[in-house]
């Protein structure tokens, strides 16, 4: 037997986990019949296939903590459509340091690509290539639900 809480294996079935103090079975970030590491929600050990104990209303909190409340899908189309290049995804999460410095660069390629001056079309050309691939990178990450706003947390809701 292990505990829950951190995975410890236990002798016998002790009432606290000599590792931690907790309940063996109160925590939920490790399974019991191998001490595998857990999803804090799964109900089944993906290592070993044993049945977990229902998850925790503190548990869901703890997940619903570090989970962004804006949308996964304006984030999505921001990045992707013709703004992306002016770093307005990066406006709408929060980060604005990084989306003044998209902001600029893009600015700077169209400026480039204006002047008249020979050999510099290169210049506005790369700067268009640089921010686009940002965020494109960006728009994988928001898809894939890896994308996280100014405070860290992950944008996984689809909803506006």
């Not at 995975?7 to 309940?23: K, M, Y």
């Not at 079975?25 to 019949?33: K, P």
């Not at 406006?91 to 600015?107: R, S």
């Not at 510099?120 to 640089?130: E, I, K, P, R, S």
Request: aromatic share 10%; proline share 4%.
């Amino acid at each position: 037997m292990f505990c829950r809480n951190c995975g410890r294996e236990l002798t016998g079935i002790p009432e606290i986990c000599l590792g931690c103090g907790a309940r063996p079975l109160a925590g939920n970030s490790f399974c019991n019949a191998c001490g595998a590491e857990t999803n804090p929600l799964a109900e089944i050990c993906m290592k070993c296939g044993t049945r977990l104990s229902k998850p925790t209303k503190a548990a869901a909190a703890a997940v619903a903590a570090h989970i962004s409340p804006k949308s996964r899908l304006v984030t999505t189309l921001l990045a992707i459509l013709f703004v992306g290049q002016f770093g307005a995804h990066r406006f709408y999460t929060g980060k604005i340091e990084t989306a003044i410095v998209m902001l600029v660069v893009g600015i700077l390629g169209w400026v480039l690509d204006a002047l008249p001056i020979p050999f510099v079309g290169w210049l506005g050309t790369a700067c268009h290539w640089a921010v686009w691939i940002w965020a494109f990178i960006d728009f994988i990450y928001a898809v894939l639900g890896k994308f996280t706003d100014a405070d860290g947390k992950l944008i996984e809701n689809w909803g506006v």
